[in-house]
């Protein structure tokens, strides 16, 4: 007696035209084959690399324009705004400083990019500004609230740049 699961036949009176690949379970009506564990990962890698072939043409040409526009709107801003120039300096000197200052490496990119959040706030509030005084150079109270409302906007990214900083100092301490 065969206690094991049935192995199909091939022939005409089975039905198969083939027989089953080396590997193969056979369970009920339905066989998968087993593969290597790296089949998988094959596959994967292999989806990666027809990803990215397609990714040539338009996709880079748009990478690349996006790229020299930020590139060139940052060192316009950094020509032409001293808050802008304030806040560049702060990072550059965050970068090391932020080394001493933190606790540990969460901290470290918490202290870092809570810095890189004020510049980018910074960086909205000079396109307002910009847009603003382009649309009209007159005096004119809905302008002015607009402009009001970047202000705020740094402010608060500025009270929270300080809070953080200020919790990494105390954490450091050790009186918190």
Not at 57 to 85: H, Q, V, W, Y
Not at 87 to 112: C, D, K, Q, S
Request: proline share 5%; hydrophobic share 50%.
């Amino acid at each position: 007696m065969n206690s094991g699961p049935p192995v199909p036949q091939t022939g005409a009176l089975t039905g198969l035209r083939y027989a089953p690949k080396r590997g193969t379970i056979v369970g009920g009506n339905l066989a998968r084959n087993i593969r290597s564990p790296f089949a998988n990962s094959q596959r994967t890698v292999a989806k990666i690399f027809r990803r990215l072939s397609e990714f040539s043409g338009p996709t880079l040409k748009r990478l690349f324009s996006a790229t020299r526009n930020s590139l060139r709107g940052l060192l316009d801003g950094f020509k032409t705004e001293p808050a802008l120039r304030d806040e560049a300096v702060l990072f550059v000197m965050a970068l090391p400083l932020g080394f001493v200052v933190a606790p540990n490496a969460a901290w470290y990119v918490a202290l870092i990019g809570v810095v890189l959040v004020l510049l980018a706030v910074e960086f909205l509030n000079t396109a307002i500004e910009k847009l603003a005084d382009h649309v009209t150079r007159e005096q004119h109270n809905d302008i002015r609230r607009i402009k009001d409302f970047g202000s705020a906007a740094v402010f608060c990214a500025l009270c929270l740049t300080g809070l953080v900083w200020m919790l990494a100092i105390v954490v450091r301490c050790g009186l918190l």
